[in-house]
């Protein structure tokens, strides 16, 4: 009786082992492979209407991120612009200013190294700032891509083609950290890095954007960089984290970068 009981029990088993590898063969026959996409240009225009659900479930979400974009943050003392100087502006200024205070800790304690000076584009600043309040959403119409702040060391040499690059462009791209005096022929009178002279065989730290350490602009002068650090801290998010631990922006254009009469 035994034996049969354990008969029975092995052809149970071998059973399940059949049916089992039956299906599994099955299945793998009936596995689909993707052998080509297609797509097609959809037009959306006033023939689509809104799907009230969809628009239901989003409201909700949608009236909290206006709240937080138009929150105030700050006010500004009066109109800030990147039209108001020749050589630095007062919107120019204000976006130096902000990452090099705010990118200059970040790097320090991840490096161990100071940052000595920041370098933007005048065209970069897409908005100007309305004198009253300043919110998050000012710091997206400000700078609405979403560019990293890299910190990009270069040698003195590398230095001075950047400083040729500033003179012969004859816009007012933002910096911060240095001062550069020109003479009326547009040769260098001075130039101060951090309130030092500047020294051509020493290397110095530079904070910019992601974008302009890939050449754009043609800032050509970056692809000599000895070395490139990206904090992973976006320029808008620098400007809101600085909007929220002030009350008011006053940036005027200054003698950072002027030209002797």
Known sequence: MTKLKHFG??????????LTTLLFVSCRQNLKTLSKIEGKQVEIDSTYGVTDSIAEFILPYHKRVEEVLDSTLAYASWDITKTDGTYNTSAGNLMADIILEQAAPIFKSRTGTDLDFVLLNHGGIRSSISEGKVSAR????????????????????????????????????????????????????????????????????????????????????????????????????????????????????????????
């Open 9 to 18: 029990y092995l052809k149970i088993k071998h059973f399940v082992i059949f």
């Open 138 to 261: 000012t710091a997206f119409e400000v700078m609405p891509f979403e560019n990293n702040i890299s910190i990009v060391e270069l040698k003195g040499t590398s230095v001075k083609e950047m400083l040729s690059y500033l003179i012969q462009s004859k816009r007012a791209h933002p910096v911060a950290g240095i001062q550069l005096v020109l003479n009326t022929d547009d040769s260098i009178k001075s130039l101060t890095i951090k309130g030092e002279p500047f020294d051509e065989n020493k290397n110095y730290y530079v904070a910019t954007s992601d974008y302009l350490v890939s050449g754009g602009d043609d800032m050509v002068f970056f692809k000599d960089a000895l070395e490139v650090t990206d904090i992973d801290y976006k320029i808008r998010s620098a400007m809101i984290d600085f909007f929220t631990k002030v009350d008011t922006l006053s940036p005027k254009v200054d003698l950072r970068y002027y030209k002797v009469q």
